[in-house]
């Protein structure tokens, strides 16, 4: 499936843009949008709304083949796992992961508004508090029909999509759809964005408490809760952590990472995300492809479409658990926003592998920091 961006396509939320009260009219909004795509072959309906000043929730919402979706978002997921095998997709500004088969395994913690959904080929991480609204979409591709399961945040800002494929139960969609649409919703009310934390100046970060704590993990998910103590950002962390801790390499390191694990065969672990949905591969990658400014994988079942002048910093990190420590290569944008993680395959308990430490060497150069003990 081609990538859902055009390039340099980076927003998140409405633009700047007087039409953007075409959204109370969703007839109005349809119009223009058909009129606007019918100019612009192939133009996605992220970029299109961007365009017409309003968010893509909204323009989906105007779609008079849309139906809007129940809240659940839980039974939702778990009602996928009896249509068969679906294509699952995740996004942030500068990376796109799709993945086909069926859904497996699901667990949803309502208490914590948290789900997973765990399986050979669609692999996912849900934090439900930032799904506002979903929409079942039927829409004319150049491909033909196209059904989907859309989900937006608070800001209108895509989170997930799940779209039917060839050898989904048409039927057993159709009556999950059936089952989960809202027949009176609410009006749709799209809230501006949240501003950024404020970053605290490094000298109010206990710099050697940090990394303390940082040697002190038992697992690599403690990460996210030693940035939340000490009240410092990510890329902040990488830096005031330590030299044996957290390296900068290459900004496009990624390529040679997909390309000697493309050579040698060695499956990776390739985690792409936002704030509500992360979405896992997990296996080799064969086929690689450049057509621009996109950096692609084109796999039978997997696709990564990566928008190369997104990526600005990537940094090597190693985390030391209870079973071993645990290396990544890790991509940023300018703002600080994690677009894509790189691991070596591994399963439940097991220790990172030497093949990956060996295939991140090869990639990268950096002998003296992968192989070294914190």
Not at 13 to 34: C, E, F, I, M, V
Not at 220 to 244: I, M, N, P, S
């Amino acid at each position: 499936m081609q990538a859902e961006s055009t390039p340099g396509a980076q927003s998140q939320g409405p633009a700047s843009n007087p039409t953007a009260t075409d959204a109370n009219d969703p007839a109005l909004l349809w119009q223009r949008w058909q009129a606007l795509r019918d100019s612009r072959s192939g133009l996605r309906a992220r970029d299109g709304a961007e365009e017409l000043g309003v968010s893509e929730a909204e323009l989906v919402n105007s779609n008079p083949a849309s139906r809007r979706l129940h809240a659940r978002w839980g039974d939702i997921i778990e009602g996928l796992r009896a249509v068969g095998p679906i294509m699952a997709l995740t996004r942030n500004h500068g990376v796109v992961i799709e993945k086909t088969g069926p859904v497996e395994a699901v667990d949803i913690y309502p208490a914590h508004s948290m789900g997973q959904v765990v399986g050979t080929d669609v692999d996912l991480r849900l934090f439900l508090r930032h799904w506002h609204f979903g929409f079942a979409v039927s829409e004319t591709g150049r491909s033909g029909q196209r059904d989907s399961l859309q989900f937006f945040d608070a800001q209108g800002v895509a989170v997930h999509k799940v779209y039917r494929t060839g050898k989904t139960d048409a039927n057993a969609w159709a009556g999950l759809v059936t089952a989960q649409t809202d027949n009176a919703p609410q009006p749709m009310r799209i809230t501006p964005p949240e501003p950024a934390p404020r970053v605290l100046p490094d000298t109010e970060i206990d710099a050697d408490g940090l990394r303390e704590g940082w040697l002190g993990m038992s697992n690599t998910h403690d990460f996210f809760g030693l940035l939340r103590k000490f009240g410092v950002e990510r890329r902040q962390a990488l830096r005031l952590a330590g030299a044996d801790l957290a390296r900068p390499v290459a900004a496009n390191a990624y390529r040679a990472v997909l390309e000697t694990a493309r050579n040698t065969g060695d499956a990776l672990m390739l985690f792409v995300g936002n704030h509500g949905c992360l979405q896992v591969h997990t296996g080799p990658v064969r086929r690689l492809e450049t057509v621009g400014q996109w950096f692609n994988v084109m796999d039978p079942g997997f696709n990564l479409h990566l928008w190369q002048p997104a990526i600005s910093t990537a940094w090597l990190v190693r985390k030391p658990t209870d079973r071993g420590v645990f290396t990544s290569l890790e991509c940023y944008d300018d703002a600080g926003e994690l677009l894509l993680q790189c691991f070596g395959k591994r399963k439940g308990d097991a220790s990172e592998s030497s093949a990956w430490r060996e295939l991140l060497t090869a990639a990268t150069g950096e002998a003296d920091f992968i192989g070294a003990n914190p």
